[in-house]
């Protein structure tokens, strides 16, 4: 019984490992995983890692070829297309339906993961800086207190992640008028009105959005 505990131990660890590496871009799409060197880089047998490709290609993250290893995918412009409109849908029906007590409430917290965005982007932290946008676009579904919401929110997370380390280029050229949006974004949650929310947030995904491939 400790035995298959383990084993199960260890997939999982690789399966975090290899699925942490190419949600931060340290294995590009297109990149050739092998099971032997990552078993290796990981530390445990090829078995676990055997189990974790597998799960990862379910996913979507990777395909295997038998006896050759596994390509890392991308994102198509189909897909990215889709999140962004999913994440408008999420965001904007969230926000529309807040009460104004906890819209307040979320505004101020906000306020306070700007203020660490720009700490982040002096700092040329761009890992800290996604993950800070990555929170603070979840604050706007919070707004909706639905946990249903957040849910499907927290579903395409990991596509998100991956497309703005893929850009990461193309964010560090604009952080500045990135924070300036998500300030924007804040005023018209703090205001209550919806419609100017939703059509600065289309922009602003629009304006992020990028070829992952």
């Known amino acids: 019984m400790s035995g298959r505990t383990e084993s199960l131990s260890a997939a999982e660890r690789a399966y975090q490992v290899i699925r942490c590496q190419i949600l931060e871009g340290g294995h590009a799409p297109g990149t050739m995983l092998g099971e032997a060197a990552l078993a290796t880089e990981i530390g445990v047998s090829r078995t676990p890692v055997r189990v974790a490709m597998a799960r990862l290609q379910d996913e979507g993250w990777i395909r295997i070829y038998p006896k050759r290893g596994a390509v890392v995918q991308g994102v198509d412009e189909r897909t990215i297309a889709e999140l962004a409109d999913a994440r408008y849908l999420l965001e904007t029906t969230a926000v529309d339906r807040a009460p104004e007590a906890l819209r307040h409430r979320l505004a101020a ?79 018209h949650l703090r205001a209550g009105d919806s419609a100017a929310f939703a059509a600065t947030l289309r922009g602003h995904i629009a304006e992020n959005a990028g070829p992952a491939r």
């Open 109 to 187: 917290d906000l306020d306070d993961l700007i203020a660490q965005q720009r700490d982040a982007f002096a700092e040329a932290d761009i890992a800290r800086f996604i993950e800070l946008t990555l929170d603070f676009h979840r604050g706007f579904v919070e707004a909706g207190d639905s946990q249903v919401m957040l849910e499907m929110y927290s579903l395409l997370s990991d596509r998100h992640r991956f497309i703005l380390f893929m850009n990461s280029r193309h964010l560090l050229g604009r952080c500045d008028e990135i924070i300036a949006e998500h300030e924007e974004l804040v005023d």
